[in-house]
């Protein structure tokens, strides 16, 4: 799962910015995970809910790994760590770029749940909140909306959609 290494490193991100000293190893671990994610970013996953079904290109997993690069260039930047800053800069933009471009229905006005898709994914409503776009742009304020208007049920949001013989 792609996504989970950028959870890790905005969780220790979010550790250091509070002022935890980092543990001993902490530093060189992160640098691991994003040395894998470099390697496999591009690969599909079975996405944050392991919906049933081939691996895909999940839109939130990718922007989770955007989210690693993102904390790993910001880890350099900000509190001097080690790293190859301008190496990490470029595939976060790349990814960047990508989920903007194939992970976005224009014709819906919404992010979707992976590529070539047009079914949601309330994850999606993490984007704002990792910094991958601001609450405002026109692409959250619409995947907002679809999330609200496909997905929410008598004041609760389901996952993603359900098909005959799933379950969210």
């Keep these: 799962q792609l996504d989970v290494p950028g959870e890790v490193m905005d969780s220790l991100y979010l550790a ?15 640098q691991a ?55 990490w800069k470029r595939i976060r933009d790349r990814i960047h770029q990508e989920v903007c471009e194939r992970g976005f229905d224009a014709r819906r006005g919404s992010f979707v749940q992976s590529y070539d898709s047009t079914d949601l994914d309330a994850a999606l ?6 910094g991958f776009l601001p609450p405002e742009d026109p692409r959250v304020v619409g995947t907002v909306k679809a999330v609200r208007k496909d ?18």
């Design 151 to 168: 997905l929410a049920v008598d004041g609760f949001v389901r996952r993603y959609p359900t098909h005959e013989g799933e379950t969210s």
């Design 125 to 130: 409503l993490l984007i704002p909140q990792v």
């Design 33 to 87: 995970l994003l040395k894998f994610l470099e390697r496999r970013w591009t690969e599909p996953d079975e996405g944050l809910w392991e919906v049933r079904g081939p691996s895909r290109h999940f839109v939130h997993s990718k922007i989770m790994c955007w989210v690693a690069f993102d904390r790993g260039v910001r880890m350099v930047e900000e509190f001097g760590m080690p790293g190859p800053v301008a190496h």
């Design 16 to 30: 250091r910015r509070a002022g935890l000293a980092p543990q001993r190893h902490t530093w060189s671990m992160q």
